[in-house]
């Protein structure tokens, strides 16, 4: 069934990542990449060459002490997201938007919503627009796409550059992931009834149903490694017993840590890190590692050049998990997650996996909207600051005597929203 158009951008992991769980119902079932399709103009394609390229360069940069920092900064100020208290107008556009609306006026993604006027034509209707990045949104409506449009935010707090140039008078609606977006929305202009709270689109490979069977059943065998004295399931006992039911009697796979880079192969030094303190663990069958290399093939070659140097390239409790393509990554690093227990990332969109049961280390932020992310994992109680890597050793097993992950694996579980994918889905049916 054709319910709806599906675009985004291929720029890092987040839009394509918060697309892929609402392909199912999409027209052909795929996505369509707004900055990478079949017949774009160069001018389109150049633009947005320009705008991924100088992301990625800036995110590697900031690694260089001083003057990376010193780079960065300068360039997070164009898309920071300003203190939320004291509540307040906020509407005015910000420099980042008007220079995105200026090129638009100019014809920049034209050819794209045309292109989809013409489709809907050739189906004998006009079939919602929904973009898991603001500019398509913004796109669709300035060139008079004749459908709902809407845009799916994937942070957990977001800057004005999301919502349009003239709020008061866009119909774009959104979904949004957490209740800080639905209220930051409406500081930037945007109309209550255009701000529809569904939480954040998780694959449903990893929930089940609306019963959630298949999440529930991870989580009981996650808990077991996450609390290995026992000292979580002592106090909170009524509490597991609620939500999950009777726990079983020992885990169905060893103590697993997911590591994921972003999309740009920040922080890989970090997966080598983890690597080397817990060697010894590894090589005892006591500890599983995942690293993530999405479809880098540059981070998938790094990381098997460290695992040959550690002696660990034969071993089965270590995995990089790459994928040929977009789609074979997200697959691969949903399944992955089914046995994981620990996701140890930066407060990407990937925070919002803590609604899985899988508690967060955090890893250094990039970029404003991550410090957002992070205080919203930190405030929810999903997840806990990464110590420093060289000593995971020591604080890592002290963490899980104490059973602070499983604390944290509950508490995403039980306050973290879902079903935002079931929910996105249930709107666009109508």
């Not at 103590?255 to 090589?283: H, P, R, W, Y």
């Amino acid at each position: 069934m054709n319910n709806f158009w599906l675009l985004t951008v291929n720029m890092g992991y987040g839009h394509q990542r918060t697309a892929f769980p609402l392909k199912e119902l999409a027209v052909g079932g795929l996505a369509i990449n707004v900055n990478d399709y079949e017949g774009i103009p160069e001018s389109d394609k150049r633009i947005w060459e320009t705008t991924r390229r100088g992301y990625e360069l800036i995110s590697r940069f900031k690694r260089i002490p001083l003057l990376g920092e010193c780079t960065f900064s300068f360039f997070d100020k164009f898309q920071r997201i300003l203190d939320f208290y004291p509540k307040r107008n906020l509407s005015k556009p910000s420099l980042q938007l008007k220079q995105t609306f200026s090129l638009i006026k100019r014809g920049w993604g034209k050819d794209i919503v045309e292109k989809l006027k013409a489709k809907n034509l050739k189906l004998g209707k006009n079939l919602p627009f929904v973009s898991t990045f603001f500019t398509p949104a913004f796109m669709a409506e300035y060139f008079g796409y004749p459908g709902n449009i809407y845009c799916v935010v994937c942070d957990a707090d977001i800057s004005r550059a999301w919502a349009p140039f003239c709020p008061q008078k866009s119909r774009i609606k959104y979904f949004a992931p957490t209740s800080r977006v639905a209220e930051r929305l409406k500081l930037y202009g945007v109309k209550e009834e255009n701000i529809l709270f569904t939480g954040y689109p998780l694959p449903k490979e990893n929930i089940g149903g609306r019963r959630m069977d298949l999440l529930k059943e991870d989580l009981k065998y996650r808990l077991l490694n996450l609390d290995p004295q026992e000292k979580y399931r002592e106090y909170y006992a009524p509490l597991i017993k609620y939500y999950l039911g009777d726990l079983p009697k020992k885990p169905n796979h060893p103590l697993t840590i997911t590591f994921a880079v972003g999309g740009a192969g920040a922080q890989k030094e970090t997966g080598v890190n983890i690597l080397k303190n817990l060697c010894s663990d590894i090589k005892k069958r006591k500890i599983r590692v995942f690293l993530v290399a999405g479809n880098k093939e540059k981070i998938k070659n790094y990381f098997e050049s460290n695992l040959k140097k550690l002696g660990l390239a034969r071993s089965k409790y270590v995995q990089v998990l790459f994928g040929k393509n977009i789609e074979e990554y997200f697959l691969k690093f949903d399944l992955a997650l089914r046995e994981t227990d620990i996701l140890w990332t930066k407060p990407s969109e990937l925070s919002f996996y803590s609604a899985l049961g899988l508690p967060l280390i955090i890893a250094p932020c990039i970029g404003s909207q991550e410090e957002f992310n992070k205080r919203w994992l930190l405030k929810s109680g999903f997840g806990s600051l990464q110590e420093d890597p060289k000593h995971l050793d020591q604080w890592l097993f002290d963490w899980l005597k104490r059973g602070y992950l499983a604390e944290d694996a509950m508490q995403g579980f039980v306050e973290g929203e879902k079903l935002g994918t079931f929910n996105i889905e249930e709107i666009l049916k109508k």
